[in-house]
């Protein structure tokens, strides 16, 4: 296994237009978390996953984002109608629940909106 | 609400000597993680060391040691003997048990510089 995947690494979009974003965790992994990084800032919880569940979500994740895991492997991330505030590094992490100290992250996909 | 604070946006330092990486941390919970990240530029964050709260030895992994000061909230990084690969942004963080599961909070960062 070679670690989180993350694709795209990079995505520029026009404001408006929606946009999905993948993670592939660590095989054995059933813990998934997705966090924002905005310039010059430390990356954001925005949601994890146990399994195919979504346990928890930010108050950042507006109505404009959301994120699926369906059969507990992989997960996306959507945003619908981007803004230019949606700008930044999206990055996933994933872990074992038992382990949820010990999270790996991946590359991130860092999304320009134009 | 917990909060992490790293004051030094920048730092630098010659190649074989030594740097401190400060952080301090606010929270109200006893059972907690701290964590030291390096992000690399254009690479994956990666776990550079660990700390259980509830633990008074230092960790120490290698040329990377911390000081924990539970009582002031403080967890800085040391770097021994640094290396060019070390340039990095450094992000201290936590994480509560029994808190939002997965929410590690973390710092702004600091960016190491590491002169040849």
């Known amino acids: 296994d070679t670690g989180v995947s993350q694709n795209p690494r990079h995505k520029i979009t026009k404001r408006g237009q929606n946009v999905t974003f993948r993670c592939d965790p660590i095989?054995?992994?059933?813990?998934l978390y997705w966090y924002r990084q905005t310039l010059g800032q430390g990356p954001e919880f925005l949601t994890y996953f146990q399994n195919e569940a979504q346990l928890e979500k930010s108050r950042l994740l507006s109505d404009r984002f959301s994120a699926e895991r369906p059969k507990g492997s992989f997960s996306t991330l959507e945003i619908q109608r981007t803004e230019q505030g949606d700008s930044a590094m999206y990055l996933c992490?994933?872990?074992?629940?038992?382990?949820?100290?010990?999270?790996?992250f991946g590359q991130g996909t860092r999304l320009t909106v134009v | 609400a917990q909060t992490v604070t790293q004051s030094q946006p920048e730092m630098s330092v010659q190649e074989a000597e030594t740097v401190t990486l400060s952080c301090t941390y606010d929270t109200s919970e006893s059972d907690y993680y701290l964590f030291w990240y390096k992000q690399p530029p254009s690479r994956q964050m990666i776990l550079v060391i660990r700390q259980e709260a509830y633990k008074q030895q230092n960790a120490t992994e290698n040329r990377f040691s911390v000081n924990f000061q539970k009582a002031a909230k403080s967890f800085s990084l040391k770097i021994s003997d640094s290396q060019l690969g070390d340039a990095a942004m450094y992000f201290c963080?936590?994480?509560?048990?029994?808190?939002?599961?997965?929410?590690?909070?973390f710092g702004k960062g600091t960016k190491l510089s590491v002169k040849p």
């Open positions: 992490a994933s872990s074992l629940a038992l382990k949820e100290t010990e999270a790996f």
């Open positions: 095989s054995e992994h059933n813990r």
């Open positions: 963080a936590t994480f509560i048990y029994g808190g939002s599961q997965g929410n590690l909070i």
